[in-house]
């Protein structure tokens, strides 16, 4: 094997040299607790003030809006459960009798479906919504869904299987007319799990007119283990863990500050390259739905039009999704089967499930994502292999 490709970058991203330079004085040498007030302190929490400012000026928002995380996972769980529970005592005080509801979609990343349902297990009322067999979750059918128990919605910005992009805008757009009409009725908050639109789509949540919006160091060429969640002032939110008063209260914990520095410094790269880097991975995405096209049985799970060009899902008949990755990563590609959370238990996807395939072809899904480093030599040496797998498929 001459090289090793890797086509899994909705996974994880790998991380620029930059990022890792930046990080480097706050591993050894700038190593003070950002809560502490001496001058090692001081240093750190002037560092991670910058890098605040920087996000909230790149999302058009306030830098207390920006709450530092251990990575999108949290994130969602803060998002969904602090509301939630918020509302719950709320109800209670106002003596009802009720609980508070909520709305998801089917294709949410098991950060957000999970923790619905955990929430659903404590007793609040859920609703789940499928999307069409595009993939696509359509707004009418989440706005039949509200209540006058309803006080949030979540709803995922790109899908990290299909890449398909989701109604979010139009949605956001909706909420601020129900909620005008919900005199007497709790505010609906709308959060989005933007985890794999923040690298090509805009994110501002004025634009797309969220309250909240969870995203991840580790997909846009950051570290691993750092996240933000996006809380609009005013939004009512319990924290998740008890601890100490980091983050507006929102957060407790010692702040990662080797993270958050990463991290910013991840954002500060998007800001200068993005127009570059989208503009490459979608002449590589051209030249990969050109080419797969051409390949005896194919069919897509994501769309030319209405997935982000870096990820690109797509399936044989009677060829286990997990086999063909096997069979990819023996001849020199990292591809995946779905989400890597979801890897390993070889189980149909269920976003794929939910978009009405059978158990069968839902386990026949194989996903390449695609990222700043990868290069038309690589596309056309995958090509090449890929062809070759399939046209010998029956004959090994
Ligand atoms: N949401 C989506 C859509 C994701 O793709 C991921 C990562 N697979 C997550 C949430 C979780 O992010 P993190 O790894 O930062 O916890």
Known sequence: ????????????????????????????????????THQYGQRSSAAITSIRKVIADFLYCQAEEIIFTSGATESNNTALKGIMR??????????????????VSAIEHPS???????MEREGFEISIISPDKLGIVNVKDIINEIKDNTVLISLMYVNNETGIIQPVQALGKKLIEINKERKD???????????????????????????????SGHKIYGPKGIGVLYVRDKTPLLRLM?????????????????????????????????DENIKHITILADYLYTNLKNIKGIRFNSNKEKSVPGIINFAFKDIPGNDLQMKLDLAGFATSTGAACASGSSQASPVLIAMKQTSAEALEGLRISLGNNNTLNELKAFIRTLNSIINNWNND
């Open 185 to 215: 009725l709790p505010r609906i908050y709308f959060h989005i799990d933007a985890v794999q639109g923040f690298n090509c789509l805009n994110c501002r949540p004025d634009h797309l007119k969220v309250d909240l919006m969870s995203f």
């Open 242 to 274: 008890d601890g100490g008063h980091q983050e507006r209260t929102l957060r407790g914990g010692t702040n990662n500050t080797t993270g958050i520095i990463g991290m910013g410094q991840a954002i500060k790269l998007y800001i200068k390259n993005s």
């Open 112 to 118: 957000v479906l999970e923790s619905a349902l955990a």
């Open 86 to 103: 918020f509302y719950n005592r709320q109800f209670k005080v106002k003596g009802r009798k009720d609980k508070p509801h909520m709305i």
């Open 1 to 36: 094997m001459s090289k090793y490709i890797y086509l899994d970058n909705a996974a994880t991203t790998p991380m620029n040299k930059s990022v890792l330079k930046a990080m480097k004085p706050f591993w050894n040498r700038e190593y003070g607790n950002a809560s502490s």
